[in-house]
C-alpha cells in the first residue's frame, strides 16, 4: 500500500493522490517522499501529460502536516554526523519540492514546464500547505471548518519544508509574520483574503483541472528577473524597518528561550538576502539548527506525543465505557460556573445546584455571558446557545440530581461542608454514581470517608478559568476503584481537557509544584532581591507569570489561607519564611488582581502596571544582588525537585503526566518539554551539582532527591530509562 497514487486523464491531466491508508488525515512519512516525487518524474516525463493536479483521498482535508512522531526522532535517526544527515535529508526534500515548483522549465529562459495546481478538500496545516506554495495555483473547498495555516512555530519548530521561504517571498515578512511566527490559521475565505491560497471554490479538482488545461504562465514571481520582495528586503528602507521591529517583536514575547522563532527570523532575513535557492539552504541549515537543540523534541514530545496518549486514555484502567450522560454540579461559584459551562458545551445535560437560587442563576449566566462572547466573534449561532442554556437546570432541589451518573462537588473549601454535602446527594442518587470533588488542597482519602460508596469517589482538579485551562488534575483516593478513574477519563475526554492521574498527597501535583516556585519568590523579596530581577529572571526561564504575578492573580489572601491551613496541619514541621511577606500584603489590603492593589499597580480599569513601591519600604532591597542565574536555579530547581520527589513517593505515576500538566497547569517553561524534560536537557550530574550548591548556601529545601543522584552515577536520562518512560 502507498500513500499517493497517480491517475493519468484521457484530457491529459495526471492526478496526484494523497490518501495515507488507515489515517482520518494524511501525515508526511519519510518513506512517502521518494514515492512522491516518482510519481512527479513520470508526470513530467510523459509527453501526453499537459499539467499536473496534487489532491487528497480525504473528504474534507488535504493533509495535517509532517508526522510530528517522525520530527521528533529525525536527530537520532540521522546517522553518526547528525547534523549533516539532517541537512542533507531536508535538501533532498527541497528538491522534490523545487522540482515540481519548476516542473520541467528549461533552467535559463524558465520556459515550457508543465502547469501544477493543488485542489483541497480541506484542512491543510504544515507541509499539508508548503507542497501546495510549491504549486504554482492553489484551489480549496469553500470549507468553513477548514483550517489552513502553518503551525510549527507551536510545537517548537518551524516551516523547514520551504514554507518559510516561499511564503515571505509571496506576501512580504510583514505580512507572513502572523502565519509564521504566530502559527496563526484560517478558514479558506480568509486565507483567501490574506493571499496564503488564490481560489475557494465548490469543487477545487474539477476548478484545477480547468486551469491548468487553460495554458496559464507559471513561473514563480522570486524565478522571474527583476522579482522584489514585497514589503521590501532587508537592505531596503521599508524592509530595514520590518526585520528591526520583527526583531524586537520575537525578543520581547520569546524572551530568547524558544529557538525556533529566532531561527525562523534568521532564515527569513539571511535568505532575504540571497538568491531562492541559496535561500532554500538558509532555511534547511537554520531547521537543522532547531532539530538539533533538544528544545524542540522536548516541545514536540510533551506537547503533541505525550499530550495525545494522555487524552486517548493512555492511563485508563480496563473498564466499560464510562460516558457521562448527565452531570450534577454542587455549587454554582466560579468554579462550578465553569464546569457547568464545558460540560453543558459538550452535549452533557447539566443540573446546577446552590443553596439560593439566585446564586444558581448567577451560576447559569456565567455560561450566558460565555455563548453571547462567542455570538459577538461569530464563534457561536443563537441556535447553540440556546442549546447549549437548555441542557443546565439551575436550582435548588438536591432531587433535581436524580438520574446523574457523576457528581462533581465545587462547594466551600471546608471538611465539614463538604462531608454534609456529600451524605445528602448521596442519598439521592444512583448506587453507581460517581463522586468527585473538585477540591485544590483537602485530601481525597479524608473527604471520602463522608461517602458510603468510597470505590466511587475521586478528586476532579479543575484549573480556573475553567472554560480555558486546558489541564484537569483526577486525584485516586486510598479506596478509588477503577472505574470512578475510568469515569473521570472519560468525563475529562469529554469536555475536550488533558486529564492527569495522580494518588492522593497533600496540594496533588500541581499546586505541590507551584506553591514551592511562589514561595521561593516571596521569599527572596524577604531576603532583599529586587522584585523585578525576581520577576524578570521567571520569564527568561521560559515562565509565562513571575511568581509576585502568579500570586496576584491567583490572590493573596488564597495565599494566606494556604498558609495557615498548612502550618495547622504540619504543625513544627512547617516553615514559616514566607508569612511575613504575605500577612503584610493582606493587612495592606493588597489582595492582588481582584482589589486592583498586590506586589502590582493596577490602574482603575484593572490593567497591571509596575511593581508596587511600598514594598521595598517594608523590605528593602539589598545593596549586593544576587546573580541572575543564581535566582533562575532557585526558581527552577524548587518546581522540578518537587516533581522528582512527587515521582519518587507515586503521588505521579508516569513523567509523562508530569511533564505534560506542568506545561498545560501553571505554564512550565513549554521549550524544556516540562520538568523532566529539563532534567534530560541539562543533565542530572549537573542538576546534583546545582542542588548541592543550593542546599549548602540555602537549606534543606534544595536537597538533591535520590533519583537524580542514582540517574547521575548512571548517566541514565528520563526519557531514556523504558521503565520510567513506558505507559
Not at 648 to 671: C, H, K, N, S, T
Amino acid at each position: 500500500m502507498t500513500d499517493f497514487t497517480m491517475e493519468k486523464g484521457a484530457d491529459g491531466v495526471a492526478v496526484i493522490t494523497w490518501d495515507v491508508p488507515g489515517k482520518s488525515m494524511n501525515v508526511m512519512s519519510m518513506e512517502a517522499w521518494p514515492e512522491f516525487e516518482a510519481l512527479i518524474d513520470d508526470a513530467l516525463a510523459d509527453e501526453a501529460v499537459k499539467g499536473i493536479v496534487v489532491t487528497s483521498g480525504k473528504p474534507d482535508s488535504f493533509a495535517g502536516g509532517m508526522d510530528l512522531n517522525v520530527i521528533a526522532k529525525m536527530k537520532e535517526s540521522a546517522g553518526d554526523d547528525p547534523a549533516r544527515g539532517l541537512f542533507e535529508g531536508l535538501m533532498g526534500a527541497h528538491g522534490i519540492l523545487r522540482k515540481l515548483e519548476r516542473a520541467g522549465m528549461d533552467p535559463k529562459t524558465s520556459k515550457g514546464g508543465k502547469p501544477v495546481a493543488a485542489a483541497l478538500p480541506g484542512t491543510a496545516l504544515g507541509i499539508g500547505l508548503e507542497i501546495p506554495l510549491a504549486c504554482h495555483r492553489i484551489f480549496c473547498a469553500d470549507n468553513p471548518k477548514a483550517k489552513i495555516g502553518l503551525p510549527e512555530i507551536m510545537v517548537g519548530i518551524f516551516p523547514g519544508m520551504g514554507g518559510t521561504t516561499r511564503l515571505v517571498r509571496k506576501m512580504g515578512a510583514m505580512a507572513a509574520s502572523p502565519y509564521l511566527l504566530e502559527g496563526k490559521m484560517m478558514a479558506p475565505a480568509k486565507a483567501k483574503s490574506a493571499g496564503l491560497i488564490d481560489e475557494v471554490v465548490d469543487d477545487p479538482l474539477a476548478a484545477a483541472k480547468e486551469w491548468v488545461l487553460s495554458e496559464p504562465k507559471i513561473v514563480k514571481p522570486w524565478d522571474e528577473k527583476g522579482y522584489k520582495m514585497p514589503g521590501g528586503a532587508p537592505y531596503h528602507p521599508s524592509g530595514f524597518l520590518t526585520f528591526v521591529g520583527a526583531s524586537a517583536m520575537v525578543n520581547g514575547k520569546t524572551k530568547g528561550v524558544y529557538p525556533a522563532a529566532k531561527a525562523l527570523l534568521s532564515a527569513v532575513y539571511e535568505g532575504a538576502l540571497v538568491p531562492f535557492d541559496t535561500a532554500l539552504k538558509v532555511e534547511a541549515r537554520w531547521f537543522t539548527h532547531v532539530l538539533m537543540n533538544p528544545s524542540s523534541a522536548a516541545m514536540i514530545r510533551s506537547l503533541f506525543i505525550n499530550k495525545e496518549a494522555l487524552e486517548k486514555g493512555a492511563n485508563r484502567p480496563e473498564a466499560p465505557d464510562q460516558k457521562v450522560r448527565k452531570v450534577g454540579i454542587l455549587g454554582a461559584g466560579m468554579m462550578g460556573a465553569g464546569i457547568a459551562y464545558v460540560s453543558a458545551n459538550a452535549g452533557i445535560e447539566v443540573v446546577l445546584i446552590d443553596r439560593e437560587q439566585a446564586a444558581a442563576n448567577k451560576g447559569k449566566s456565567y455560561s450566558e455571558g460565555l455563548l453571547d462572547k462567542g455570538i459577538s466573534r461569530k464563534k457561536v449561532t443563537e441556535e447553540k446557545k440556546a442549546e447549549v442554556l437548555g441542557r443546565i437546570t439551575a436550582t435548588t432541589d438536591l432531587g433535581a440530581l436524580e438520574g446523574c451518573d457523576l457528581i462533581v462537588e465545587a462547594v466551600f473549601e471546608d471538611v465539614g461542608v463538604k462531608a454534609e454535602m456529600t451524605k445528602k446527594v448521596e442519598a439521592v442518587v444512583g448506587e453507581d454514581c460517581i463522586f468527585a470533588t473538585n477540591t485544590s488542597t483537602l485530601p481525597i482519602t479524608e473527604l471520602a470517608k463522608a461517602s458510603e460508596r468510597p470505590e466511587q469517589f475521586i478528586g476532579i482538579h479543575f484549573f480556573s478559568p475553567v472554560d480555558k485551562m486546558l489541564l484537569v488534575e483526577i486525584i485516586k483516593g486510598a479506596k478509588t476503584g477503577d472505574r470512578a478513574v475510568a469515569k473521570a477519563l472519560d468525563f475529562v475526554r469529554q469536555i475536550r481537557k488533558t486529564p492527569i492521574v495522580v494518588n492522593d498527597a497533600r496540594f496533588f501535583y500541581a499546586n505541590r509544584c507551584i506553591i514551592p516556585y511562589i514561595n521561593e519568590g516571596i521569599r527572596m523579596v524577604k531576603e532583599g532581591v529586587e522584585p523585578a530581577l525576581i520577576e524578570n529572571a521567571a520569564k527568561l526561564l521560559g515562565m509565562p507569570l513571575g511568581p509576585l504575578q502568579l500570586t496576584d492573580e491567583t490572590s493573596v489572601d488564597l495565599g494566606v489561607k494556604i498558609a495557615k491551613a498548612t502550618k495547622a496541619a504540619m504543625g513544627d514541621a512547617y516553615d514559616d519564611t514566607t508569612d511575613e511577606v504575605l500577612f503584610f500584603m493582606e493587612e495592606q489590603g493588597r489582595l492582588g488582581r481582584k482589589s486592583n492593589a498586590g506586589f502590582y499597580e493596577y490602574d482603575e480599569k484593572g490593567k497591571r502596571q509596575l511593581l508596587w513601591d511600598g514594598l521595598s519600604e517594608r523590605f528593602p532591597v539589598a545593596d549586593t544582588q544576587p546573580d541572575l542565574h543564581e535566582v533562575q536555579n532557585r526558581l527552577m530547581f524548587a518546581q522540578v525537585l518537587e516533581a522528582v520527589r512527587a515521582l519518587e513517593e507515586d503521588v505521579l505515576l508516569d513523567i509523562r503526566e508530569g511533564d505534560v500538566g506542568a506545561i498545560l497547569g501553571w505554564g512550565f517553561a513549554p521549550w524544556s518539554g516540562g520538568p523532566f524534560g529539563w532534567l534530560d536537557i541539562v543533565g542530572a550530574a549537573w542538576a546534583v551539582d546545582k542542588t548541592a550548591e543550593l542546599t549548602e548556601k540555602f537549606g534543606a529545601r534544595f536537597e538533591t532527591p535520590k533519583t537524580l543522584t542514582e540517574m547521575a552515577k548512571s548517566g541514565a536520562t528520563f526519557y531514556g530509562d523504558a521503565a520510567r518512560a513506558a505507559a
